[in-house]
């Protein structure tokens, strides 16, 4: 009885451990990313952003480590439109900001997060303009 318990535990803590590992895939496209890092309070930026404004950082923790994770991979995909050589200097300095961002929420540094969430906030205004199609 006592193996089978055991052996139950760890397939389900194999199972958990691959749904984990699975969320913080990089996505394959910009739309797949957007929805995973920016869209609605699900998204690593809702969930990094109420628990900055709530002072939760153990709270901010998971979902920064996985949005730090793919961050420096949206360059790698495609935009819609534009220029090859702003949108990597565009993502690129976003993956900079998700990085201090991620820096503020390990220092537990409230000030400094909600200064990062507002640069990134920004820079997504002038990233749409220049490749989001319609």
């Known amino acids: ?6 052996t139950g535990l ?6 958990i451990t691959g749904v984990v590992q699975a969320g913080d895939e990089k996505p394959k496209t910009t739309k ?6 920016h869209a609605g ?3 690593y930026l809702g969930m990094v952003k109420k628990a900055v404004e709530a002072d939760n ?7 920064m480590k996985g ?24 993502t690129t300095k976003y993956a900079d900001s998700v990085k201090a961002l ?6 537990q540094d ?11 906030g920004g820079e997504c205004r002038s990233c749409h303009t220049a490749h989001k199609g319609k």
């Open 10 to 15: 760890l397939a389900l803590a194999i199972m």
């Open 57 to 63: 950082f153990k709270a901010a923790a998971k979902p």
């Open 67 to 90: 949005w730090a994770s793919i961050a420096p991979h949206l360059a790698e995909l495609k935009p819609s439109k534009g220029s090859e050589e702003s949108w990597k200097e565009m």
């Open 102 to 107: 991620s820096k503020a929420v390990e220092d």
């Open 1 to 6: 009885m006592y193996r089978f318990m055991l």
């Open 110 to 120: 409230g000030d400094a997060a909600k200064k990062e969430l507002k640069t990134i």
């Open 32 to 37: 797949a990313y957007m929805k995973k890092a």
């Open 41 to 43: 309070a699900k998204s």
